[in-house]
């Protein structure tokens, strides 16, 4: 059986240690749901999903690698969609443990949708709740493992400076893990 890793881009992935599939997406919601179920459909073999990937603290006291245990579509009209009678299904339970991740396309760097997204989640990034949907969908299991690289704040534009420090961590972690 065969873990695969996924990560939106390659310096996400610098670190990653050799032997494991690296599978890299691409940013935002499409390229990741996209190349993560295509490489499901290929490969019958992949018993598990671990998507790595650095994303903003919500909260200020977060820094560092957490596993997350749910992940919310943030850009999506929920209740719109449910007073239509329709699900979203905006919420991925994953584990019991582990904190709260809002997935949406939006580079998020105003303090005012920071505040908002502070309300429902800990971390922001941009693939992880299409990653886990694939996931899902395939029946094949999936973990997100997120590093802290900034406060989705004016300072994430230092997101190219910052995400090596993210890297280094998040191979060091699937070293330890896998």
Not at 85 to 94: A, F, H, I, R, Y
């Amino acid at each position: 059986m065969t873990v695969l890793v996924v990560s939106a881009t390659p310096q996400e992935a610098a670190y990653v240690p050799d032997g494991l599939q690296v599978l890299v997406t691409g940013i935002g919601k499409v390229p990741a749901a996209s190349a993560v179920s295509r490489a499901l459909a290929l490969d019958p073999l992949i018993s598990e999903v671990v998507n790595i990937g650095s994303a903003g603290a919500l909260h200020d006291h977060l820094e560092g690698l957490h596993e997350i245990g749910s992940v919310l579509n943030h850009d999506l009209s929920a209740g719109l969609l449910r007073q239509l009678g329709v699900d979203p299904q905006e919420w991925l339970t994953l584990s019991a443990d582990g904190l709260r991740l809002a997935t949406g396309d939006l580079f998020v760097t105003d303090p005012s949708v920071r505040a908002g997204l502070a309300t429902v989640a800990d971390l922001v990034d941009m693939e992880g709740y299409a990653v886990a949907w694939a996931a899902r969908e395939a029946g094949v299991p999936v973990r997100l493992v997120k590093h802290v690289s900034d406060r989705a704040d004016e300072a994430s534009m230092d997101w190219p400076q910052l995400v090596d420090l993210s890297a280094r961590a998040l191979g060091a972690w699937l070293a330890d893990e896998l």
